[in-house]
């Protein structure tokens, strides 16, 4: 078997986890999770990064979605921290901006090997379905946390907390896409001066 890939589980009191993922794939999603809009959102980001995700999980969604929603943001990145190996010949950076009707969404991305999350302009509140939408800025940190890179989320403009949230992780799958990709001028080196992105 060829390619990128990485294997992550998690089980906790509150959510047990199973992640499969290529990155070099074709985009092709089998997402099972008990919350709709979530399984929705994971398969967007497979089909816009070209990454073949496999997703199988459980949690307490008696009470809410948070700590389902968050643990896939980390077990997710902890998937492509583990995939993207040493990260030599990547590009490393990675940037989308996508229109949703109303809503346009910009994202910025280093895998630098250091996490840091921010974002700018009005998340998405409401909800999705029974989602709360504000959950999507919790995906999004604990991302960029367990990825270990630096993630930025510019929200430009957007009515439909819907829209926004689909903007939003489609560009974080664009330029994860990009940041990833292999550049073939820089095959079998670092791209940092200080020789690792770790």
């Known amino acids: 078997m060829t390619g990128r890939r990485s ?18 794939g074709s985009g092709k999603a089998d997402v099972k999770t008990p919350v709709g809009f979530l399984t929705h959102m994971l398969e967007t980001f497979a089909r816009h990064s070209r990454a073949d ?14 700590h389902l929603t ?3 943001g980390i077990v997710l990145g902890h998937a492509c921290a583990e995939a993207l190996g040493d990260k030599k ?8 901006s ?15 090997g250091r996490a840091f999350y921010a974002a700018r302009g009005e998340m998405p509140r409401g909800k999705a379905g029974d989602f709360d939408l504000d959950l999507v800025e919790d995906f999004l940190a604990a991302f960029a946390g367990a990825c270990r890179c630096n ?11 819907h829209h926004v949230a689909e903007a939003a992780f489609k ?13 073939p001028r ?11 992105l770790r």
């Open 186 to 196: 820089a095959e079998g080196e670092i791209p940092s001066t200080k020789g690792t």
């Open 53 to 66: 995700l496999k997703v199988a999980c459980s949690g307490d969604t008696r009470v809410d979605a948070h």
């Open 7 to 24: 294997k992550v589980e998690r089980k906790t009191a509150e959510t047990e986890i199973s992640v499969e993922l290529l990155l070099d």
């Open 98 to 112: 996508v229109p949703m009707d109303e809503a346009l969404v910009r994202v910025s991305l280093d895998l630098s």
């Open 151 to 161: 993630l930025h989320v510019e929200i430009a403009s957007g009515r439909s907390g």
């Open 89 to 96: 010949g990547i590009r490393r950076f990675g940037f989308a």
């Open 171 to 183: 560009a974080l799958a664009i330029a994860l896409r990009d940041a990833a990709e292999q550049d």
């Open 70 to 72: 968050e643990d896939v």
